[in-house]
């Protein structure tokens, strides 16, 4: 059984730092690009940031870029997502997913692992 399981997210104040990690097993996802997303209360789900199997290549919102780092450790099977510069409208649920692909995509159409979501709020 495939799972995603992320960890890492709490209540901060507004400018500080979080990990988040998201922890994959029944599989590797060899040569599959990962992603982070986010959804926060009466939106939909958003893009934040993905990587592709090698780490050599990422791509960020514009919300979230200069702020926040992809990465992963193919050997451990880990996801991350490093956030600095924590703002309010950050607050939301995060949620990492393995893509069909090994290409960069921002669809969450394009993803069909998921795990179920860490809760970071960042207060004011």
């Known amino acids: 059984q495939v799972q995603l399981v992320e960890s890492g997210g709490g209540l901060v104040q507004a400018g500080d730092s979080l990990r988040l990690s998201c922890a994959a097993s029944?599989?590797?996802?060899?040569?599959?690009?990962m992603g982070w997303f986010r959804q926060a209360p009466g939106k939909e789900r958003e893009f934040v940031a993905a990587?592709?199997?090698?780490?050599?290549?990422?791509y960020y919102a514009d919300s979230v870029k200069g702020r926040f780092t992809i990465s992963r450790d193919n050997a451990k099977n880990t996801l991350y997502l490093q956030m600095n510069g924590l703002k309010p409208e950050d607050t939301a649920i995060y949620y990492c997913?393995?893509?069909?692909?090994?290409?960069?995509?921002?669809?969450?159409?394009?993803?069909?692992?998921w795990g179920q979501g860490t809760q970071v709020t960042v207060s004011s």
């Open positions: 997913a393995a893509a069909s692909t090994s290409a960069i995509l921002t669809g969450t159409a394009f993803y069909n692992y």
């Open positions: 990587i592709t199997w090698s780490g050599g290549r990422t």
């Open positions: 029944g599989r590797t996802f060899s040569g599959n690009a």
